[in-house]
């Protein structure tokens, strides 16, 4: 019987709001100015902490990419963030200092329509990098 409820703990918990990592970074893997992972699918729900690995940066909430009735967020410099996102839809995440340069991410929540194009007034950079970002 011990053994039987050990193994339950095992088991995937479905339904259970998790926690995602993305680093924030002057070097990646994927080039400079960038984090990663730089697009995430989430649930409803789910805790995404963005960690000041590298230097210099922040996550902050885009307000041309920000769902309807979502709040906005703003992390300070060099400090970690952990943002809940509860409201389904497509948020874009910039770091302030470095948003020309195309340092960007994308979250899809829930259930995201993927046709809507990405808005015209983000920085030429951030939308190159964002184009990029979802055509993987
Ligand atoms: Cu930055």
Redesign the pocket.
């Known amino acids: 019987m011990r053994l039987f409820a050990c193994l339950l703990t095992l088991l995937p918990v479905v339904g259970l709001a998790e926690t995602h990592e993305v680093n ?1 970074l002057t070097r990646g893997e994927t080039g400079a ?1 960038v984090y990663e992972p730089g697009y995430l699918e989430i649930a409803p729900g789910d805790t995404v902490r963005f960690l000041p690995v590298q230097g ?2 922040n996550a902050a909430s885009i307000p041309e990419m920000l769902p309807e009735g979502a709040a906005r967020f703003i992390g300070k410099i060099d400090e970690e963030i952990a943002v809940t996102f509860d409201v389904e839809g497509r948020y874009g995440v910039k ?1 302030s ?2 948003y020309a340069m195309g ?1 960007v991410m994308i979250i899809d929540v829930g259930e995201v329509d993927p046709s809507v194009p990405l808005p015209e007034a983000l920085p030429r950079r951030a939308r190159e990098r964002m184009a990029i970002l979802l055509a993987q």
Request: hydrophobic content about 40%; charged content about 0%.
């Open positions: 924030m100015m210099g940066h770091c200092p470095h340092m």
